[in-house]
């Protein structure tokens, strides 16, 4: 498919706040330390802004993610996640396109396929939830266009797939 070079970067846009689909994360300053992790069953949203929910694991506790089961919203400009709890989360990460063939996310009605990304990354400093930081980020998601106008771009975690933050 092709697309616009205006909508590529629209799209790239999207995905660069979107890499909050999976870490395993360090506390802040202990390396030796067990790596803590949330696992997260939804990712949806726009391309400004992700909702995350169901988050589960070692990660999903007052101090962090929130007690599970943890949700929060992850914004594309500030690379940041807001948990329910009111931390923060700071992120930094790359991520590849899957177009055409590679592009293996499953056909939903009303909606034309963009592409499949996949992103690697980590957390960084400069958030509130400091057990957090050094965390490495990973994930796969679905990359859509609605097919009538406005042609809204939306994201969501790849079926059968789930969120570690």
């Known amino acids: 498919m092709r697309i616009k070079h205006s909508a590529r970067l629209l799209i790239c846009a999207a ?23 949330v696992t997260c069953t939804h990712y949806s949203g726009s391309s400004a802004s992700q909702a ?31 948990w329910s709890n009111g931390k923060t989360m ?12 590679a592009n293996t996310c499953p056909v939903v009605a009303l909606k034309t396929k963009v592409d499949l990304v996949t992103e690697t990354g980590s957390v960084i ?10 965390g490495a980020l990973s994930g796969t998601i679905c990359v ?12 969501n975690n790849k079926p059968g797939t789930v969120v570690k933050v």
């Open 125 to 134: 400093a400069g958030g509130t939830a400091t057990g957090m930081v050094g």
């Open 90 to 101: 700071k992120e930094q990460y790359s991520y590849v396109l899957h177009t055409g063939a």
């Open 52 to 82: 995350i929910s169901g988050c589960t694991g070692t990660g999903a506790i007052a101090a962090d993610a929130g007690v599970a089961p943890a949700h929060g919203t992850s914004v594309v400009s500030t690379k940041t996640i807001t």
């Open 15 to 37: 995905l660069a706040g979107s890499a909050s689909l999976a870490a395993v994360v360090v506390p802040g300053g202990i390396a030796s330390a067990t790596p803590l992790t």
């Open 144 to 155: 859509y266009k609605l097919t009538a106008a406005p042609h809204t771009i939306s994201i």
